[in-house]
């Protein structure tokens, strides 16, 4: 009788470890694939003549998040991260970028004269705390029905990289007109340490330059500090 209620226990036992395996192996998956409720945020038009194709660039976001213009811990949060989507005609999607944080936008910007509106992505990083996280932009045209991200050649090394600037506490850029153009500024500090007791800052100034071809970035560091809750830095002081 002994050895049949262990068989019973037993089996209770073994059934509470499936079950709870099973749980956590649920929560895990729905962990990785959350049920999103995916809705637009924004549609921005697109025409076969400026564009190359009659469609739109859409934001995708979360319904949860979808009245949220910035991060805050107030706020509900989701794993639901937003898309970007070029759509063709009657919203056929040509294609779709999985962004890397719930929060974005896009915005339309005149940075090269003569030429159809550029476009400006901006993602929300910001975590709350830190003095480098925050809203990161990258800017992109839509030529032949096709996203190209807009590269810079530095002017030192000759390297191309996707131009891309940020707004945190140490970080801020802002447009200034350049004739017909617009050049992008960047300031960022960051520290310079070299020793233990070293608590120096480094400040550098980034000019983005569009010179009839394609854009150049011009950049020059110098020993400082710099936080955007003061003043922008005026404009002769970054490299051209």
């Given amino acids: 009788m002994n050895c049949f209620i262990a068989k019973i226990w037993l089996m209770i036992f073994t059934l509470l470890v499936l079950l709870h395996t099973g749980t956590a192996i649920a929560a895990e998956s729905a962990q990785q694939h959350p ?10 038009p697109l025409t076969k003549k400026l564009h190359g194709v009659d469609g739109a660039l ?32 009657g919203n056929t999607p040509i294609a779709t970028h999985a962004l890397e944080r719930p929060i974005a936008r896009i915005e339309a910007t005149n940075l090269v004269g003569g030429r159809p509106a550029s476009f400006a992505l901006t993602v929300d990083y910001s975590s709350g705390i830190g003095s480098y996280s ?42 200034v007109p350049n004739g017909q153009h617009q ?22 100034y980034k000019r983005y330059r569009f010179n009839g071809h394609g854009w150049m970035q011009y950049s020059r560091s110098e020993k400082g500090f710099w936080e955007s809750d003061g003043t922008f830095p005026q404009v002769t002081l970054f490299p051209r």
């Fill in 183 to 204: 050049d992008i500024l960047e300031v960022r500090c960051r520290p310079a340490f070299k020793g233990e007791y070293d608590d120096s800052f480094e400040v550098t």
């Fill in 35 to 44: 049920r999103c409720d995916y809705v637009a945020y924004q549609r921005l």
């Fill in 134 to 175: 925050g809203p990161a932009t990258r800017f992109f045209d839509v030529v032949a029905g096709e996203i190209r991200w807009l590269q810079a050649k530095d002017k030192k090394t000759g390297t191309l990289q996707e131009l891309v600037v940020a707004s945190t506490l140490k970080t801020e850029w802002k447009l």
């Fill in 58 to 89: 859409v934001i995708l976001r979360d319904r949860s998040v979808l009245a949220v213009e910035q991060y805050s811990f107030e706020d509900n949060e989701t794993s639901c991260n937003a898309r970007l989507h070029l759509e063709g005609p």
